[in-house]
């Protein structure tokens, strides 16, 4: 009786996540679409906890639905309607498109259909669990994120922060937002703490259940985020050099930990027995700054006031040699 | 002294957080860190030229639970050319960017670029390449948009999308692969790999990826706006190197690791495709009316002539036939590395000198700046296939080796694709050395002209004499 109840839970969910896929797809407004998508991202990470998959679940609700849906608004809100108009696409393109689409879908399909009786496929997730007593934590997520594979999170981070010097390079510091009203203000008040909090609650639970740097470090930017929202104005007052610090803290400690434990024992991050827990903490730490800050950034959406050492109307001359 | 491996992704990582700390030395700090990767690079193709292939099991996980690092003659000798283009373009980059904020701006994205296209090279994991293909991308986007106008905007964004298209459809291709085989090790899927449904299906995913940011004919039309676009330095890496990894990813999965799955009709296709790449660029760059954009459309023909060295080589037997053939390939790919991004650095050269890159107002353009017109005189001679350049050796070699398959028909493609590129050089060339004065008053380009000259040398004539040093690291590298 209880299956056949979940069994109806999970058909509606998937029905509503198709539906909401459809709409959101075919939404001709911009700012809903984004509304749409926010709410099809909370969706699917319900469907991740149904397929018991709690670590997706969480950085799917914080990163795919939160973070994302804040910068997708932000980036609209800069849409400034261009001159010309926006070229339209032929019926014949718009149908070429569908049917490869489509063509995709099938193809895609009938090779996870395929995938269903492979055997070797949980052959790495057995490996996984039986090193985990050597890993320093005890979710196996982290020991694969942190340990096992953390060469692909050092590089991940990496990509971060790229992202973000990419948005740094190319813009400029943006208008900051009025100061709230009373109710915003009241309501920050509250928030803000409990988000500061549960962030640390995530990072240190990440070692044993789900959780960890990068739900806790996106947490972390959305308190940053609201405030900034709120009207105080991240930009002003705030040490350059300490925000420099805090965008590479993670990805520095990272790779220095990653390169004294190559001097002790032979190969890059090859943790000490022993120490394995508690390097993981500390990297993980510095990466929840780094990601919050860049996050952050992201969402401010230029640099701050005097990021760049040189004046920036030094010489606006010079950038005609690149005009052709 | 094994960890080399690690330290030629560690260095440039750290630098380019050294470059966000310390702006103000940020030259200083990735000129040192490119020549201490163009070191590295030199040792660990001694090592593995002396020692066979390396392998750094990273954190002392066995390889399948956790990343390996290797390094074979294949990578070996693709990493050495990359860090001597990416430090020639360095030192190229500190005279171009006069402009002290774009100098800011620039080498952070740069030492990020190095850092991606090092880790590509050295990845010996499939979940691992696309992590690097995605730092490779964001990197060249970024670096695309840095020159303050409209087109490069527009082409990077059309760049990024496009990136993102085809780094999605490889990591469909990479979770199939992990569903069927349960590791993604490229060594231990190399042992396992069989022809079976699946493994095709997702062989066909991870190519599609990879064709779409090598950017094989028809999916090349985000190439030309980007590269021709983009600043000098970081045109010459985008066409030298950031194309070429793609390609080298596309090779290693067909040759290396997938070999008893593929079908030789797969290769067939690839070869045609890369035929109608050689046709199609050449005539393009033949139409051109910018020198930059020549130079572009020329990347997506000699990006072709790589593609016609798969079907060769499959249906080549194992041994001398197929090293020979593979070797081709490998100096074919190096030559155009260097020649390229020569090509590029010089064209900045001239743009930078007259404001323009207008093939047809180039008159005068051999008085005013010799040293320049020679450059890409050379690199042209290393496009085009004239003795001693690389090309010319590795050309001759596809033809040989088509006769040896019987697969005669590639070899009207190449002379079809040989003399196009002769007319289009020669249509460069014949404006720089006609009469005009559209060029402007002589200024010395020195620091710009040198490290352009060394890359040019080396695509024209150092690889060409060098090159049996290449077919001895195959054969002892035994790459597949």
Not at chain 1, 292 to 306: E, I, K, M, S, Y
Not at chain 2, 89 to 109: C, E, H, M
Not at chain 2, 262 to 283: C, K, R
Not at chain 2, 292 to 308: E, I, R
């Amino acid at each position: 009786m209880i299956d056949l109840l979940w069994l109806m839970v999970d058909a509606l969910l998937v029905t509503l996540l198709l539906i909401l896929g459809w709409i959101t797809c075919a939404s001709t407004d911009i700012k809903r679409g984004i509304t749409l998508f926010t709410a099809f991202g909370l969706l699917l990470a319900l469907i991740w906890a149904r397929l018991r998959a709690p670590d997706l679940a969480l950085a799917e609700a914080v990163i795919g639905a939160g973070i994302s849906g804040a910068l997708l608004l932000r980036a609209i809100n800069d849409h400034k309607p261009l001159g010309s108009s926006t070229p339209q696409r032929s019926a014949w393109m718009t149908w070429s498109i569908n049917l490869m689409a489509l063509a995709l879908f099938c193809v895609m399909s009938w090779s996870m259909w395929l995938t269903l009786d492979q055997v070797d496929s949980t052959r790495l997730s057995q490996l996984v669990l039986s090193q985990l007593d050597d890993s320093g934590v005890s979710n196996p997520v982290t020991a694969v994120l942190l340990n096992f594979r953390a060469y692909d999170t050092l590089l991940e981070l990496a990509v971060v922060l790229t992202a973000v010097l990419a948005i740094l390079a190319l813009s400029p510091m943006r208008s900051a937002f009025q100061p709230a009203g009373v109710l915003l203000t009241g309501m920050l008040r509250w928030l803000v703490p409990v988000l500061i909090v549960s962030a640390g609650y995530l990072l240190w639970v990440g070692a044993h259940a789900p959780g960890g740097a990068f739900q806790a470090g996106a947490m972390l930017a959305a308190a940053m985020i609201l405030l900034h929202q709120g009207g105080y104005h991240s930009g002003s007052g705030l040490n350059l050099m300490l925000l420099r610090v805090l965008l590479v803290i993670g990805i520095a400690l990272f790779v220095g930990i990653g390169l004294v434990m190559m001097l002790l024992n032979q190969s890059f991050l090859d943790y000490s027995p022993g120490w394995a827990g508690l390097l993981i903490l500390v990297i993980e730490t510095a990466a929840t700054v780094s990601i919050a800050a860049a996050l952050t950034l992201a969402f401010v959406g230029g640099r701050p006031d005097g990021w760049e050492p040189v004046t920036d109307s030094s010489n606006p001359s010079n950038s005609a040699e690149f005009n052709s | 002294m094994n960890n080399l491996i690690v330290w030629v992704i560690g260095i440039p990582l750290l630098a380019s957080l050294l470059t966000i700390i310390w702006p103000r030395r940020a030259n200083v700090i990735a000129l040192l860190t490119a020549l201490a990767c163009l070191l590295a690079s030199i040792l660990l193709t001694y090592q593995v030229h002396a020692g066979g292939p390396i392998t750094h099991a990273l954190g002392g996980w066995a390889s399948g639970l956790g990343i390996a690092l290797r390094i074979d003659a294949f990578s070996a000798l693709l990493l050495l050319m990359a860090m001597l283009v990416v430090s020639a373009a360095s030192f190229y980059a500190n005279a171009y960017f006069a402009d002290p904020l774009k100098q800011v701006r620039f080498w952070p994205l740069w030492l990020m670029l190095i850092v991606a296209i090092n880790s590509l090279l050295l990845s010996g994991d499939l979940f691992n390449l696309y992590v690097t293909l995605e730092l490779l991308g964001l990197s060249a986007v970024a670096l695309t948009a840095l020159s303050d106008n409209r087109a490069a905007l527009q082409a990077a964004i059309r760049y990024l999308s496009i990136g993102l298209l085809g780094s999605l459809v490889f990591l469909a291709g990479v979770a199939f692969i992990y569903a069927g085989y349960g590791t993604l090790d490229l060594l231990q899927l190399a042992e396992l790999a069989r022809p079976d449904a699946l493994t095709l299906v997702a062989l066909a995913l991870l190519s599609a990826g990879l064709l779409i940011k090598a950017a094989l004919f028809p999916m090349h039309f985000w190439l030309p706006a980007a590269h021709a676009s983009a600043p000098a330095p970081v045109s010459a890496a985008l066409s030298a190197l950031v194309v070429k990894v793609s390609v080298y990813i596309l090779v290693r999965l067909w040759l290396d690791v997938f070999d008893p799955a593929l079908s030789p009709a797969a290769t067939l296709l690839l070869g045609i495709l890369g035929g109608m790449a050689v046709i199609w660029g050449s005539w393009q760059a033949l139409l051109a009316q910018r020198l930059k954009l020549m130079a572009a459309y020329s990347t997506v023909a000699q990006l072709g002539y790589l593609f016609l060295f798969l079907p060769v080589i499959v249906a080549l037997p194992a041994g001398e036939l197929r090293d020979n053939a593979f070797g081709a390939l490998l100096l074919l790919a190096l030559t155009h590395g260097f020649a390229k991004s020569a090509l590029f650095l010089g064209a900045g050269v001239i743009q930078q000198q007259a404001g323009h890159d207008r093939i047809a107002d180039l008159g005068g353009t051999a008085r005013a700046l010799p040293l320049t017109t020679f450059i890409i005189a050379l690199a042209g001679i290393a496009l085009v296939g004239l003795p001693p350049s690389g090309t010319f050796l590795a050309k001759w070699q596809l033809i040989a080796s088509s006769i040896h398959s019987q697969q005669w028909w590639w070899i009207p493609v190449i002379a079809a694709g040989t003399l196009l590129a002769t007319a289009y050089l020669f249509r460069v060339l014949g404006h720089a050395f006609g009469p005009g004065d559209s060029v402007g008053k002589v200024v010395n380009w020195g620091r710009e002209e040198i490290p352009a000259l060394t890359l040019a040398l080396f695509a024209s004539v150092i690889l060409g004499l060098g090159s049996a040093g290449i077919w001895d690291l195959i054969v002892d590298g035994r790459i597949y």
